[in-house]
Structures are given as structure tokens and as C-alpha cells.
């Protein structure tokens, strides 16, 4: 008694079965959710991220007016007791400042005499703070 209907399958017919999907792509709706989450997350982060860079540049302008108030302070001692000339007036003409000038030894880096929040572009001789 053979059966007609139940054969074995041969490798023909096993490879021509439909092939299963190894990777499975994302759909549009999931890839909207995650940029939109992102959106969220950045948008609650900026404001952080900028209120910390504002408190990093007060911390700057501190450090700063500290470090002018030190060298003010060494110039006196050195000088006995006298704090530097704002200006110096020659001939009726406006002076520079000469301050910046008796106290740059006194400072390690010439950036103390600027602040960190000012846009303008100073020179020595046109005046800071």
C-alpha cells in the first residue's frame, strides 16, 4: 500500500519555500515617536545647558575681579600704600589708562582685565571694565 500524496521533499522544494525576514525595518510611526522624543529632551536641555554656561561666565567675572583686586592690592604694598593713577593727562589731552600698565606684573594673564560677557573688542589703550 503506497500512498501517492506523501513523498519525501527533496532539497528543491525546501528551498523554495518563502524566505523569513532576518531584520525587520522600522515604520514611519516609530521613527516620528523618536524624533519627537528627542525634541522633547532637547528643548527641556537647552535651557539647563544655558543658564549653567551663564553661571560659568559669572563664575569667570568673580574670579577676574578678584584677581584685578589682588594686583591692586600688591601694587599698593609695593608702592607704599598708594593705588595707581586712573588716568594720566598729558597737555590737556586725554590719557590712557595707565593702571593696566603698573599693573599687568601683578596679573599672570592680561584677559583678567576684560569681562567674559562683553562683546566689544577692547584694546589696552581704549579702556576695559
Known amino acids: 500500500m503506497t500512498t ?4 519525501p521533499l527533496s532539497p528543491v522544494h525546501c528551498s523554495k519555500r518563502r524566505p523569513t525576514r532576518g531584520r525587520r525595518a522600522f515604520t514611519l510611526i516609530e521613527i516620528l515617536v523618536v524624533l519627537a522624543i528627542i525634541g522633547i529632551l532637547a528643548a527641556i536641555l537647552f535651557p539647563v545647558f544655558r543658564s549653567a554656561r551663564e ?6 567675572c568673580a574670579s577676574n575681579l578678584k584677581q584685578l583686586g589682588l594686583a591692586f592690592q600688591m601694587y599698593s ?3 607704599g ?8 593727562d598729558t597737555l590737556g589731552k586725554p590719557g590712557k589708562n595707565l593702571w593696566l600698565n603698573l599693573l599687568q606684573p601683578y596679573v599672570k594673564n592680561s584677559a583678567v582685565f576684560s569681562c567674559p560677557d562683553d562683546e ?6 581704549t579702556g576695559f571694565w
Open 120 to 125: 566689544r573688542i577692547e584694546t589696552p589703550s
Open 77 to 79: 604694598n609695593d608702592a
Open 81 to 88: 600704600g598708594r593705588m595707581p593713577p586712573d588716568r594720566v
Open 4 to 7: 501517492r500524496f506523501l513523498r
Open 55 to 60: 553661571s560659568a561666565r559669572g563664575a569667570s
